[in-house]
């Protein structure tokens, strides 16, 4: 995958910060007219009353009626929002801090020791900027590194740091905590809607399913009314599954035309659906639109891992959810990630596309 404009950033985000630059003018939105068909960049909107879901008892050996009233609560959440707050997960708090601290040691690595780990133009792997598309394309204001994690014969060594020295152990350790929790909220969905219980999670559960880490640093921006963090999108996932910063809000979710802030809870694990799980239920559960906003002061990390399909595995809505009632909304789509990425290139939103 190649393009003629990519490139990387002269200094990054967090340089630029460090050494107190306002933000460049191809990071200020007011510069470019694409990004305000969801609305304009308001940095305090009101806290999203995302559903808090005890993923304790979605488990089978949940009592019954407790069972089926977080079932019917994961329904609701996933029908209107997209997205819910996942707690009694399973990890202790402490873990979680562990995870973040890991990461945050990593960015606070002298940029030379970091430049080992530099994505090739081209190319999203590694660390450094969001690929550059076109001229047209506002650029975030974060740095991240970008880890294609899963299926483990496809990982590409060079990009993981080896500084700190526990950071690979640990992003290893944290994929298989996080690939067991989305098979209990694959199951859970698949349950919430009546089908068979593996009717979700066996797309995801083979040997060569994908799942990614995106690890973020959102440096303190000196004009946050002006710049993105992260811009609005949808993921291209199944579903994503986000450790927040405990000490600073930035995630916001679209819902019904409005801007809402995530609220950071300490403990939880932010869950939101992708777009092949909007697909795969037939239009049923929603990929949420979410964007990122900076703060002045504060730094922000987090920790998204993107759970996919292989790229060669077909979906599209499963039976038991399409009858006369509900026609069947979406097309049946391969490697949902390169069609996405060219309708990105197009301008075209890959949902739609795939619309019957
Ligand atoms: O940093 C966040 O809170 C969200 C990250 C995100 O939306 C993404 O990486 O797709
Ligand atoms: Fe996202």
Not at 72 to 96: D, E, P
Not at 259 to 288: C, E, R, T
Request: proline share 6%; hydrophobic share 35%; aromatic share 10%.
């Amino acid at each position: 995958m190649t393009t003629g404009r990519d490139s990387l950033p002269m200094k990054t985000a967090q340089q630029m910060a460090m050494e107190g630059d306002e933000p460049p003018s191809k990071y200020n939105i007011n510069n470019y007219t694409t990004y305000t068909k969801f609305g304009s960049l308001e940095t305090s909107p009101p806290f999203a009353p995302v559903p808090i879901i005890d993923i304790g008892c979605l488990l089978s050996s949940a009592k019954q009626d407790d069972q089926q009233t977080e079932l019917a609560k994961l329904r609701s959440a996933l029908t209107t929002w997209g997205c819910f707050q996942a707690v009694n997960h399973g990890l202790q708090v402490s873990y979680l801090d562990n995870v973040r601290q890991v990461i945050k040691q990593f960015f606070e690595l002298p940029l030379e020791e970091k430049r080992k780990y530099f994505r090739e133009t081209g190319s999203v792997e590694g660390y450094g900027n969001d690929m550059i598309y076109s001229e047209n394309q506002v650029q975030d204001w974060c740095d991240r590194l970008f880890l294609r994690i899963l299926p483990e014969n496809q990982r590409k060594m060079r990009f993981w740091p080896e500084i700190p020295s526990n950071l690979r152990e640990t992003i290893d350790e944290f994929t298989k905590k996080m690939k067991s929790l989305s098979v209990v909220i694959f199951e859970a969905m698949a349950k919430s809607l009546e089908l068979e219980e593996n009717c979700f999670s066996k797309q995801f559960t083979e040997e060569r399913d994908v799942l990614q880490g995106r690890f973020i640093l959102y440096p303190p921006c000196a004009t946050p009314d002006q710049v993105f963090g992260l811009k609005a999108h949808s993921d291209r996932s199944g579903i994503t599954l986000l450790l927040q910063d405990p000490g600073v809000e930035g995630l916001q979710v679209l819902n019904d035309g409005k801007w809402y802030m995530v609220p950071v809870i300490h403990d939880a694990i932010f869950v939101n659906l992708g777009d092949q799980m909007q697909i795969m239920s037939n239009g049923i559960f929603k990929s949420p639109v979410h964007r990122v906003v900076t703060n002045r002061e504060k730094a922000r990390i987090s920790v998204a891992m993107f759970t996919e399909p292989e790229a060669d595995k077909e979906i599209g809505p499963v039976d038991g959810l399409v009858d006369e009632k509900r026609p069947r909304v979406y097309k049946a789509v391969k490697d949902y990630a390169a069609f996405n990425h060219e309708c990105f290139q197009k301008g075209v939103v890959a949902l739609d596309a795939v619309k019957l």
